[in-house]
């Protein structure tokens, strides 16, 4: 059974910092390609950070320089370390993963079937 579980969200001041977790199960992360997408309210969901499952790193412009993606292999958990945030980056973060991931389709929301359930981070 496939499941990821994000954690992490809350409330931070603006040039705050929080780091959100994606525990998943059923599958490693070695093996899959997965993004961390948010979506903020009356906006589409957009890929922020996609690794492919040679653990090849992209961002989006939007975070570029901010976010950080790394991964504890024994715990099989990718982190989203957010430094610096805004405003802006208020929304519910999801990690998303998939085995299919098309070359250079990292940051593509619709590349992803496995979804966790979302964790909101409100910057205030």
């Known amino acids: 059974h496939v499941q990821l579980v994000e954690s992490g969200g809350g409330l931070v001041q603006p040039g705050g910092s929080l780091r959100l977790s994606c525990a998943a199960s059923?599958?490693?992360?070695?093996?899959?390609?997965m993004a961390w997408v948010r979506q903020a309210p009356g906006k589409e969901r957009e890929g922020i950070a996609g690794?492919?499952?040679?653990?090849?790193?992209s961002y989006s412009d939007s975070v570029k320089g901010r976010f950080t993606v790394s991964k504890d292999n024994a715990k099989n958990t990718p982190y989203l370390q957010m430094n610096s945030l805004k405003v802006e980056d208020t929304a519910m973060y999801y990690c998303?993963?998939?085995?299919?991931?098309?070359?250079?389709?990292?940051?593509?929301?619709?590349?992803?079937?496995?979804w966790g359930q979302g964790t909101q981070v409100t910057v205030s």
């Open positions: 059923g599958f490693t992360f070695g093996s899959v390609s």
């Open positions: 690794v492919d499952s040679d653990g090849s790193i």
């Open positions: 998303a993963a998939d085995r299919l991931v098309r070359t250079g389709r990292e940051l593509k929301v619709d590349e992803y079937s496995r």
